[in-house]
């Protein structure tokens, strides 16, 4: 008998440690969002943290989607379990560091125009891209939105893809809502079928846009994967309201651009495309009571109670 339960209590623990190495392959088979290595992945905010310090605390809600689905919650609380512990305590977080007091500075622009220098344009625009990246792994369905390959490049030369462009403008802050508080973020996600015409042919390929609000200040980001040339092609009112960031046009770029990029003002997605850009159809939706009159499916709105 007692050499039965020996057998049996040696069976078990060989069980267990089958069990907990499988469950330690599957979780080592994760890999970074940025670096691509395998490793136990840690929570990174998809808005830092320190925006609770500059006093956007307490209660608040996100709507996300349509329809809507409403979480409670802290504000600037929301993480996302996506990067490694190398990337999350390196270069991710001097990235917040540096970026913390250009944003501090333009939330509190009361108006006054803000140089940015080149090397401030590509801090924004670096701050951008890794927060669209965070606020696409948000959305389960989103997930491979940003591709791979941008995300690889992004990380081994430290600057946005070179695919990508980054526009940066202002946003009004909409008044207070006293059903919701005030609205303090929101961010959409927008996956676009393009077709360009070449002198020879015709061909279907993906691009994504992704626009992310934060108090006063927005960022869209556009990028795509194809390697032929193509021309950036800006409708008046969107080159009025947003200015670029990358790739850098000017030593020196001011902040805010002529006019203000205004969330209750309907700017169709299409005046930022490719000059060789045929048709972008994107879905979008019209929901009453909300900042944005058209807010994309895939997105996500931020209120302070």
Known sequence: MAAWVCVRLAFSLVDHELHASRRTAVQTKKTCAFCGVPSRLTEEHIFGDWLRKLGYNGEGLREIGDPPIVQRGGPFTKKVKIVCASCNNGW???LEQDTKPLLIRLFRSHGRSIPLETDAQLTLARWAFK?????????KSQLELIPKEHRREFYENDEPPRHVGVRMGMSTVPP???SKGEHVAAYSLTPIEGTP???DS???FSLYRITICLLNVVFCILGHMETIPMKEQIDNKFRSITMPIWPPQRPTMWWPPV???RLLVDVPVDTWGLGQVAKVPVRTVRREGLVSPHLPVRGECIFRG
């Open 92 to 94: 991710m977080s001097r």
């Open 197 to 199: 015409i070449t002198d």
């Open 176 to 178: 207070l809502d006293p």
């Open 131 to 139: 927060t669209a990246v965070v606020c696409a792994y948000s959305d």
């Open 259 to 261: 006019g203000a990029w």
């Open 202 to 204: 015709t061909i279907n």
